[in-house]
């Protein structure tokens, strides 16, 4: 009961000086986006002194350094141009009630809360549901709040949110990170295995490339399956329409972009009457025939990059996209030598 006052007296402080509860967007309309604290902010040292000191002694400083914000972490660019929709949104649309909502989902103690809230509001940031689950796991609460989208650094939590059917991804913080647009949200996906099934990549891993093409070929009026982020990208094809509603098809804030090492010629066919055939439109489509991503990524520079392959997801962050592994499909179980797949720490190197 103490933790549960603890956790109401919090999430009220974050409302203090936002909209009224009744103008939060319903979550049943919103596309929510939930986000854990360690790639929303830096929290490399805080995460150090949990692993190295334990569970009191990370309490203790963070209550500590509680007026000190902690600085944006990878998801920080993507969390702002989420926001800048929804402000375009509304103008658009005051009553719409279809927007992105954003939680803060953490596993941390509920005494944290107010560093977060500190620093939240130091950000500007308009965040408005908090869920702090004192160490045990978030992810049974991701369905209560209908999430569209889980973003963590923990690979472990964001391979049981797949097992539950919620689109989710591993995000790593590269280096240094490319500039990105303020007033437009960029999204770019990989194709089998993110947006579509691994049916293909399952063909390629056991029958190499001449089969693959083969299969696609055979199979181009036969849509793909789904794979872990079609929902997500059904949900941002909800919001652009709102916006060709009111005729700013060219202007829209909303972009998305299938990158994928698929060629066009070979196999890019099939790719995209899969789409057609979901009722779902991509703003650009790069079929790069095994050429490396992170160079094309460098000139769209989305907020966000989506890859089931770390190959892909260390060339993007290389080249200082934010990109995220998916861990779903055929590529997370066999390497081409036939041996198990490392598990890939959550925190970048």
Excluded at 57 to 86: C, M, R, T
Excluded at 120 to 138: A, D, Q, V, W, Y
Excluded at 341 to 346: I, T
Aim: proline content about 5%.
């Amino acid at each position: 009961m103490k933790i549960q006052k603890q956790m109401q007296q919090l999430q009220l402080q974050a409302l203090a000086g936002h909209r009224e509860l009744s103008q939060f967007p319903s979550q049943e309309n919103a596309v929510t986006i939930a986000v854990s604290s360690r790639v929303l902010f830096n929290m490399e040292k805080e995460q150090q002194i949990y692993e190295q000191q334990g569970m009191e002694d990370y309490i203790k400083y963070q209550v500590e350094h509680e007026a000190e914000p902690f600085s944006p972490g990878p998801a920080f660019s993507f969390v702002k141009a989420l926001e800048a929709v929804n402000t375009q949104l509304r103008e658009l649309y005051p009553e719409s009630e279809e927007l992105f909502d954003v939680v803060l989902m953490t596993n941390n103690h509920a005494y944290v809360g107010l560093r977060l809230i500190n620093t939240i509001n130091h950000h500007k940031l308009f965040i408005e549901r908090f869920c702090m689950t004192g160490g045990n796991s978030p992810i049974g609460y991701l369905k209560a709040y209908h999430t569209n989208l889980y973003l963590s650094a923990d690979s472990g939590k964001v391979r049981e949110a797949l097992e539950e059917g919620i689109a989710a991804a591993t995000m790593f913080t590269p280096e240094k990170m490319t500039e990105v647009s303020e007033t437009q949200l960029r999204v770019a996906f990989d194709g089998d295995a993110v947006l579509f099934s691994d049916e293909s990549e399952r063909i390629y891993k056991a029958h190499g490339l001449d089969k693959f093409f083969e299969h696609e070929k055979a199979h181009e009026n036969k849509p793909l399956d789904h794979g872990p982020l079609k929902g997500f990208l059904e949900a941002l094809g909800k919001l652009q329409k709102k916006f060709y509603g009111k005729g700013q098809r060219m202007d829209c804030p909303i972009r998305t972009y299938l990158v994928t090492a698929r060629s066009a010629a070979s196999s890019g066919t099939r790719a995209l009457k899969t789409l057609r055939s979901w009722g779902l439109e991509i703003d650009e489509a790069l079929f790069l025939a095994g050429a490396p991503k992170g160079p094309m990524l460098e000139k769209i520079r989305p907020h966000i990059f989506f890859d089931d392959q770390m190959f892909h997801v260390e060339g993007a962050a290389e080249m200082g996209t934010v990109a995220c592994h998916v861990p779903y499909g055929i590529a997370q179980r066999v390497t081409k030598k036939g041996i198990m797949d490392k598990e890939f720490s959550p925190a970048p190197k």
